[in-house]
Each structure stands twice: as structure tokens, then as C-alpha cells.
């Protein structure tokens, strides 16, 4: 559903588009509710929500509201709500299916142009690359980081307190690239930080669950990722495998001095014995 609003969003009417975001952000309402129901939560009319429908592709209401039943895994939902959950009979089974659908799903909806325009933003030398991540990511946000800083310099993470936060953000410069990473529900303060960045004139990418996201409202190139989750949580399984394509395509762009930092640390941990295969 995303990737339908997403290709459909230039063609979107102001009312239309608040549609849309309703759609996203209250699944449960689409798929169990009505036309009418859909059209007050968006502050809209009910020939708007058939409009909306036509220009997603379906043949009307009913039909935009069976593909929300047929997708919804639940993965909007708290995890408070998900835990109460029976468990799967096929735990396994269930799990693998998810994750190689969050990464086939990541993948797929990949534009070479913007990952071109992203890689070559963060291999370039003369720009400074900070990492902005909600709570939730920052996992893959930090490896991210660490895989980055070891192709080149000049690379950050943005965290700490709302003082450090603050003040990191107000020294950035025109010149840097901000990634920032964040999936529903999003954290307000990443929001409002990499909104402060945009109006420094930094140029900004983002990775998200949506098209209508606030962060890809922000954003001059915007990935999206699946994150259905099989537990309580989200999976960052996709995240983390666009994270993997990116620094991929840096290790490529840069790869003579690349190889060269590679080297002096590999030499450096064989000197100290800091890594061990016993």
C-alpha cells in the first residue's frame, strides 16, 4: 500500500493525499471500518476516498479496503498490543517468510538514480556524513556508522542528550550529508532535529517505512523499507540489508583508499593479537 501512495503521491489533491495518510497510519480503520468512517478521520468526503481508491489502482472502496485486510501483519500496532498474540504453530517457518519479504520488499523498491545520488553523496571526501536514528534503529544505525568510518573520514553518529543533539545539529554545515533512519511510530525529536538540519541547507536522506513519513517530507532522496515483524516488534531486517547495499556502493566509490584504511587496520589488530579465530 505504501508503494502504491508513494507512486501515486504527485498526483495526490491536498484532501486525497489526507486520505492517504490515514490509510497508512490507521490500517485497522480501512480494513474493518467504512467509506464514511475513513472519510471523517481524514476530514474529507466519501467521493474523495473512492477517488483516492481509482488512483491507487483498485476498483473502489471495497477493493482498497480488502488489500489493507489481506496486509495487514501488524506491524503498525504497539508492541504492548502484538505480545498478547497467540503464538505461530510454525515459528520458523513464519519468521522466514517475513524476513525474506522485508528484504525482497526493501530491495525492490531501491532507484538506482537515488542510491547513485546517496552513494555518491557519502563517498565524497569534501562532505562530512552524520547518522541521525530513532531509538529502535540504532542498532543498524551504529553499525552503519562504523562500517562507513572505516572506508572514510568524517563520519558521525548524532546522539546524546537534547543539549548535544541540539548543538550538533546548529554546527552542521552546508556542505555534510544527514542520514537519517526511523520507522514508525517516529520519535519527535529526530523529526524536529533533521527538520532544523533541512533549514541549515543540508542535504538530507532518509530511511523510512513510508512515502508520507514526516522524515521523507524532509528529505531530498527517501528509501523506504518493509519491517514487518513476526513478535511484539518491528524487524530491522530490511533496514539493515539497505544499510549493507549503501555501504557497499561507498566501498566501491572508494575503493583505492578504501583498501589502504582496510589494510592499516588489519595490520594493526594482527600486531596487538586483538582478533582471534580460537
Request: with cysteine; glycine share 8%; net charge negative.
Amino acid at each position: 500500500m505504501a508503494e502504491r501512495i508513494g507512486r501515486a503521491n504527485t498526483s495526490l489533491t491536498p484532501a486525497e493525499r489526507r486520505v492517504a495518510e490515514v490509510v497508512l497510519e490507521r490500517p485497522q480503520l480501512v480494513a474493518f471500518g467504512t467509506v464514511a468512517e475513513l472519510a471523517e478521520a481524514s476530514s474529507s468526503g466519501a467521493a474523495t476516498v473512492v477517488r483516492l481508491a481509482g488512483k491507487l489502482g483498485f476498483d473502489g472502496f471495497t477493493g482498497l479496503q480488502a488489500s489493507v485486510q489481506h496486509a495487514l501483519a501488524g506491524q503498525l500496532r504497539p508492541a504492548a498490543e502484538r505480545i498478547r498474540e497467540p503464538a505461530a504453530t510454525d515459528a520458523i517457518g513464519r519468521h522466514l517468510q517475513l524476513e525474506v519479504d522485508n528484504v525482497t520488499s526493501t530491495l525492490r523498491a531501491l532507484a538506482g538514480d537515488a542510491l547513485a545520488e546517496v552513494v555518491a553523496r557519502v563517498a565524497d571526501p569534501r562532505s562530512r556524513v552524520f547518522v541521525l536514528s530513532g531509538d529502535a534503529s540504532l542498532g543498524v544505525a551504529k553499525q552503519l556508522v562504523g562500517e562507513l568510518a572505516s572506508l572514510r573520514d568524517g563520519v558521525a553518529l548524532i546522539e546524546g542528550n537534547d543539549v548535544a543533539v541540539r548543538r550538533t545539529v546548529a554546527l552542521l554545515q552546508a556542505t555534510d550529508t544527514l542520514l537519517a533512519i526511523d520507522l514508525r511510530r517516529y520519535d519527535r525529536w529526530l523529526i524536529e532535529a533533521a527538520r532544523s538540519a533541512r533549514a541549515g541547507g543540508v542535504w538530507c536522506a532518509v530511511i523510512t517505512d513510508s512515502l508520507l513519513s514526516p522524515l521523507a517530507a524532509l528529505a531530498d532522496r527517501t528509501f523506504t523499507v518493509a519491517a514487518a515483524g513476526g513478535g511484539p516488534f518491528d524487524s530491522h531486517v530490511g533496514t539493515l540489508a539497505l544499510a549493507n547495499v549503501l555501504v557497499a556502493g561507498v566501498a566501491h566509490s572508494l575503493r583505492a583508499d578504501a583498501a589502504e584504511r582496510l589494510d592499516r587496520a588489519e595490520s594493526a589488530w594482527q600486531a596487538s593479537g586483538a582478533l582471534t579465530d580460537r
